[in-house]
């Protein structure tokens, strides 16, 4: 976008506003301005202010318009002749237009791939915006603010069928400017430690700032982080080779491309087989189980347990359902995610939600990010109850989130079991999913 400034003295009056992308001065302000109408994000209160060469660029709120500025371009005397601004060439006015975030995707094999999806949020597995990228495997996210987020890829085919979300990735945007990735992360090993450990480490990577983390990629999927230069990758099956790479990131969410890659075999005897089916109840834990069920009480995630919770949930047992599956509940009105250790293939899971003795709601559950109960309020004695809904797995991690209405999730049980080939029509997600 050009904007053209008339001539004139320093001390005359000019403003301009915006006909089909070029200013145009007329006289009767008290200030050399060039007003740009623009949305931000959010309902920013202050003025901001740069100075370019010989321009001073800021923004201000105007007044009764939440959310909206008006954005101004003013001389810094003297003008003195004809002055020509192509925004796009100022790199000091990007701060004010926010960070972006560019994803990258492997193409899914199938020949009637239509397109696309890009979901991203400010929570891991709750994606409340969307895009469509079309049939390319590349897609910019833009204006992001300062802050964490998440995205994954979705696929979809000629016939308006969706995949389930890829793996996660994230990216955290500050305000800093900087743009300066880490060194690559070099001479990766991965050391078999057992039937179902691999040790890995690396020399560290360097950055301009400093490295905040490394991301842990296996069979090119990003399964972890660490914070140091080693990481053990622990309940894999026995006699599998894995293939791992490393990628470093700094604070403002700059990565570096991935290490070259490390390959070991765990060792024992027969790979393990799928597993059987899983059952875990939701309750306290001094309250008999059900037969054949495994307790969650809410506690943390444990990788020695093998699952839990993102942060832990409290408890309760009614006393008043004859059955015990329905008579217990773990509750949380915030975004909670709960993960169980499993080998990565397709699943059928069931799962209920409700209080045998108070109204609830209304309840929020995904299962690997698919929604399962949608913002579904339960009268005192009534449940949702999702019966087998097909879930891929591909990071390790059965994941279920609830919570983030404005009222309480309360889970009571959850069965998980093993469902063979996927079902018809079943699209896999896009793999190889990074953001820079």
């Not at 990758?233 to 791992?244: E, H, I, K, N, R």
């Amino acid at each position: 976008m050009t904007w053209a400034v008339a001539p004139g003295d320093s001390k005359t009056d000019q403003s301009c506003s915006i006909v089909t992308g070029i200013a145009q001065p007329r006289t009767g302000s008290s200030k050399l301005e060039f007003p740009i109408l623009t949305t931000f994000p959010g309902n920013w209160k202050n003025t901001c202010k740069q100075s370019v060469g010989n321009l001073e660029v800021f923004h201000k709120p105007r007044r009764g318009d939440s959310g909206q500025f008006m954005q101004y371009l003013r001389t810094k005397p003297p003008i003195l002749a004809l002055l020509f601004i192509v925004l796009n060439h100022l790199p000091a006015l990007t701060p004010l237009y926010g960070a972006d975030a560019r994803l990258t995707w492997s193409a899914n094999p199938e020949n009637n791939i239509a397109g696309y999806r890009v979901y991203y949020g400010t929570a891991s597995r709750v994606y409340p915006n969307s895009a469509d990228a079309g049939s390319q495997t590349t897609y910019t996210v833009t204006g992001l603010g300062p802050g964490t987020y998440y995205f994954a890829v979705t696929a979809y085919n000629t016939s308006a069928q969706e995949s389930a979300f890829s793996s996660e990735v994230s990216k955290v945007i500050d305000a800093t400017g900087d743009s300066t990735s880490p060194s690559v992360p070099t001479n990766l090993t991965a050391v078999p430690m057992s039937a179902s450990q691999i040790n890995l480490s690396w020399t560290p990577s360097t950055d301009n700032i400093a490295v905040t983390g490394y991301r842990i990629y296996r069979n090119g999927s990003q399964v972890s982080s660490a914070t140091t230069n080693a990481y053990s990758d622990v309940g894999l099956p026995a006699s599998t080779t894995y293939t791992y790479t490393v990628s470093a990131y700094d604070e403002a969410g700059n990565a570096s491309a991935q290490s070259t890659a490390a390959t070991a075999t765990t060792s024992g005897g027969s790979p393990s087989p799928t597993p059987g089916t899983i059952s875990i109840n939701f309750q306290p834990a001094a309250a008999a189980a059900p037969p054949g069920f495994s307790v969650d009480d809410g506690s943390l995630f444990s990788s020695t347990r093998g699952y839990g919770w993102s942060f832990a949930l409290p408890s309760r047992q009614r006393g008043v359902n004859p059955d015990p599956k329905l008579d217990t509940l773990v509750f949380s009105q915030s975004v909670a995610t709960w993960n169980y250790t499993i080998a990565n293939g397709s699943y059928l899971v069931s799962l209920a939600a409700g209080d045998p003795s108070y109204d609830q709601g209304p309840q929020r559950v995904l299962i690997e990010g698919q929604t399962a109960i949608n913002n579904i309020s339960t009268a005192a004695g009534s449940f949702q109850t999702v019966t087998d809904l097909p879930v891929t797995v591909t990071d390790g991690q059965m994941t279920v989130v609830i919570g983030g209405t404005s009222g309480y999730t309360t889970p009571n049980y959850v069965i998980i079991r093993p469902s063979g080939a996927p079902p018809p029509g079943r699209l896999p997600a896009p793999t190889n999913v990074r953001v820079r």
